[in-house]
């Protein structure tokens, strides 16, 4: 459960880029594979708007918890569970039996493969999907704030969710860079029933990626340029760039 819930907390806000994903799936149709799906915040709003989506990540906690909610047991969601197909697989290789007019890679899931290879990986395998002329949107971030938390500096806000009388709050305290890309940390602190807390960091390295530079992988692999567009920042999340490539 604290996969879920984490993610939850630390990503289940952010909706700046669900327009984009919605606009590309009017412009290409469905179905649409939503690649790093985790508990369903991109591959639901589709559902939602009417798309059928096939929603892979290789986390079975995430994709268990997306399809209870596919089938309405949040009450917050509506029940959509015959326009969601899941999928548990690495996004690197994976194998299915159904091509796509459009594959999104939402946030910035295409930093998180290990590097130049594994994006390789994810990019044929990708390719081998989609329709002929069909697109891939990736979103990727460039340049991050860098930024430290030290003592009488403000801090950034925590993400907080409450579940059930318990709060989960994620504190970032440090955005890096190394030569490879950039390091996330944050706090996370949960605070029990009983006011018990436990405490743990938390710690994600993004690769380092440029938009040219995922075009140039991209058109290595068969895909052809087919644009770009621009998901701005919000006061809490960074801005994306997403390139577009057409098989």
């Known amino acids: 459960m604290s996969v879920v819930i984490w993610h939850d ?10 327009p984009l994903w919605r606009s590309l799936a009017a412009s290409h149709g469905d179905p649409v594979l939503d690649v790093g799906a985790g ?32 089938l309405g047991r949040n009450p917050n969601i509506v029940t959509v569970s015959s326009q969601v197909t899941t ?13 796509f007019p459009l594959v999104i890679v939402p946030m910035q899931t295409i930093q ?24 891939l949107a990736v979103a990727l971030s460039e340049v991050l704030d860098l930024y430290e938390v030290v003592d009488g500096m403000p801090m950034p806000m925590p993400d907080v969710r409450e579940v059930e009388g318990v709060v989960y709050s994620s504190q970032p305290t440090a955005v890096r860079a190394d030569r490879r890309g950039f390091v996330l940390e944050r706090r996370r602190e949960i605070v029990g029933l009983e006011g018990d ?9 993004l690769d380092r990626l440029t938009v040219r530079g995922l075009e140039r992988e991209g058109v290595a692999v068969g ?15 960074s801005g994306s760039e997403v390139v577009i490539l057409s098989a």
Not at 91 to 99: K, M, P, S, V
Request: some cysteine; proline content about 4%.
């Open 39 to 70: 508990t369903g915040r991109v591959s639901l709003d589709l559902a939602r708007a009417g798309f059928r989506v096939t929603a892979l990540d290789r986390d079975p906690e995430l994709i268990a918890a997306l399809e209870r909610r596919s």
């Open 112 to 135: 998180l493969l290990g590097g130049p290879d594994g994006r390789a990986a994810f990019l044929r395998c990708a390719h081998r999907h989609l329709e002929p002329g069909g697109v």
């Open 197 to 205: 807390m436990i405490v743990e960091e938390n710690v994600i390295r």
């Open 9 to 18: 907390v630390e990503c289940g806000s952010y909706v700046q880029d669900l």
């Open 87 to 99: 999928v548990v697989a690495d996004a690197r290789d994976f194998t299915l039996d159904e091509r």
């Open 223 to 237: 895909f052809t340029r087919g644009g770009r567009a621009h998901v701005p920042a919000t006061e809490d999340y």
